[in-house]
C-alpha cells in the first residue's frame, strides 16, 4: 500500500508510467487489434506487470479513451499554435497542409485511428468519446475561420458548417487513400490539396 501511495505522490513519475503504458497499448492495438490485445500482451510490451497498469487504467477501454484524450489535445495544441501564429490566418493554415498530409498518410498511425473507429462500432462509450472529439475540433476550427483574424466571418452559418466538413473529410480520407494505395504520392497530393482548401478558406465570388 505504501509502495502504490509513493508511486502517485510523484506526478512527474505517474505521467510517465501512463504515457510507457499508452505507448505500448497502441503498439499491441495496431498489430493484434483491440480485442486480440490483452492486458498480459500491454504488459509485456509496457515492461511492468499487469498489477502495475492496473494503478493507472482499471481496464482495456480506460486505455483507449486515454489514447482518444491524448489525441485530441495533441490536436487542440496545433490549432493553438496555427491561432498564436502572427500573419494571414489563410496562409497559416496552408502552410500547415504539410504537417496534416504527413501525419494523416502515417500508415502506423492510421492503424490506430482504424481500430479505434472499429471499436466505436461495438462500444458506445468509445463512440460517444470520438464523436465529442470530432465536435471539439470542428468547432475550434469554426472559431479560427470566424474570429478576429479569420477569412469567413461574412459567411452563412450551414455553409460554414459544410466547408468544415469537406475539410476534415479531405484530410481525413488520406488515410483510406494511403491504405489503398501505399504508393500515395504526398506532394502531388498537396498540390492538388492546397488550391482546393485555399478555395474552402475564402468567401466565394
Do not use: W
Not at 2 to 29: G, M, S, Y
Not at 96 to 125: S, Y
Request: aromatic share 4%; glycine share 6%.
Amino acid at each position: 500500500m505504501k509502495q502504490k501511495t509513493k508511486r502517485h505522490t510523484d506526478p512527474a513519475l505517474a505521467q510517465a508510467r501512463r504515457e510507457q503504458v499508452l505507448a505500448a497499448a497502441a503498439d499491441c492495438f495496431r498489430r493484434k487489434g483491440y480485442h486480440g490485445a490483452g492486458m498480459a500482451e500491454i504488459s509485456k510490451t509496457a515492461g511492468m506487470s499487469a498489477g502495475h497498469i492496473y494503478n493507472y487504467f482499471t481496464n482495456k477501454e480506460a486505455i483507449i479513451e486515454s489514447i482518444i484524450e491524448r489525441d485530441m489535445e495533441e490536436m487542440f495544441s496545433i490549432f493553438q499554435e496555427f491561432e498564436d501564429m502572427p500573419g494571414d490566418l489563410v496562409t497559416i493554415l496552408l502552410d500547415g497542409l504539410d504537417h496534416a498530409v504527413e501525419r494523416h498518410t502515417d500508415i502506423d498511425q492510421g492503424a490506430l485511428n482504424l481500430e479505434m473507429l472499429a471499436e466505436a462500432a461495438r462500444n458506445n462509450k468509445v463512440a460517444s468519446l470520438l464523436h465529442a472529439t470530432d465536435v471539439l475540433a470542428r468547432e475550434r476550427m469554426r472559431q479560427l475561420l470566424v474570429g478576429e483574424r479569420g477569412p469567413l466571418k461574412d459567411i452563412a452559418d450551414d455553409e460554414l458548417t459544410g466547408r468544415i466538413d469537406v475539410m476534415f473529410a479531405m484530410i481525413g480520407g488520406l488515410l483510406l487513400r494511403k491504405m489503398l494505395n501505399p504508393d500515395l504520392d504526398q506532394q502531388a497530393v498537396l498540390k492538388a490539396l492546397r488550391p482546393t482548401m485555399k478555395t474552402l478558406l475564402l468567401p466565394f465570388a
